[in-house]
């Protein structure tokens, strides 16, 4: 029988055996010894697993990557420090200087910088389409050296829904894995793999934590995308690492095994964006109930959006889950229970009316984070995007009056009233 993805929540990736700690353990300790140095030969000869040094890997993390890549339904994953790094080694991974990547452009603002400016700096360019570009558009944003695509299932702070199952197709008709990265809907509410993502990726600092205590990343391979299959353009993975004595890694792991092992054994030991054991402990405490809080978050959200929609100050609402939003048909496909808590919208008195509605919240808090939760608000001209003037604002999306509200996990009528309440005194 399949288990249901609350109990993968609760007890998946760590199975104690008879007396053994029932929490997860916190392997405090940076390295592990050895009585022979031929044992520890072979581990640094990916001969044998094992655990040498934190850097590379530590239990505790291993079992909360394991957790992860359960309740995606992958085959393999690795934490990161942050959902930086896990977007940037998923890409850099299989794609390099003198490579490509097509992505969406409705994506996080630090993902959009890390591949429009940062990997351009070490020789790799992006294509960025829009994520209801027409096919042809799509189609004629592959080059021979594209290496991947890269989406979000739900874009922050965008809101646009990716059409997954599209996306995979047009990667695959190319030979190539898409990625997407699926912080806002969590597993709970849309797992990527299903609908024919490749890899799937995660700011784990946001829903999954869930209580703004620890920044974190994940990245779970399917273990669907047969490397092999396409060896010219991914030599990394089909030819021998010579950093590791010639091993081949998607011929010694696998097809299942081959993309988490080599991120971890040469990007997590060149880059070391390892994720202290301590966070892994807290950010597994998050994923423990994050299948009861998710539900919650997505109520109050669809809850809030409704008010906003039939509220005479407000000119505009963003939330998939609200009939005849742009994305509201996609929505209806991979999210039908929901998506996330995460609402925009703008009013009617423009930028000043938002800077009083900011001024005169009481519960919500000014926060620069989402996923919480804690009912947490931001307005972007005056925040993530304040050295933008007005017109450069319109120009990526942004309304200098948009307002983006994270509803948490708090009473609805609660949240409700306090955003009735702010809106008065506009
Ligand atoms: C926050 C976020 C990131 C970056 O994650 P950090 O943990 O802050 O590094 C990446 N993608 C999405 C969709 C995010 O919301």
Redesign the pocket.
Known sequence: MTEQIGTTCVQGGYRPGDAEPRQIPIYQSTTWKYDTSEHMGKLFDLEESGYFYTRLQNPTNDAVAAKIAELEGGAAGMLTS??????FFAVFNIAGCGDHVVASSA??G??YNLLAHTMRRMGLECTFVAPDCSDEELEAAFRPNTKCVFG?TI??PALAVLDIERFAQAAHAHGVPLIV?N??PTPVNCRPIEWGADIV??????YMDGHGAA???AIVDSGNFDWMAHADKFPGLTTPDETYHGVVYAEKFGQAGAFITKATAQLMRDFGCIQSPQNAFILNLGLESLHVRMPQHCKNGQAMAEFLSQHPKISFVKFPGLPGDKYHELAKKYLPNGGCGVVSFGFGGGRPAAETFMKSLKLAQIATH??DARTCVLHPANATHRQMNDEELVACGISPDMVRLSCGIESTEDLIADVAQALEQI
């Open positions: 942050s959902g930086q790094a896990a977007n994506i996080y630090g993902t979000e874009a922050n990265d912080t806002f990726t995660h700011s784990t600092t946001k920044v974190g990343g989402v996923a």
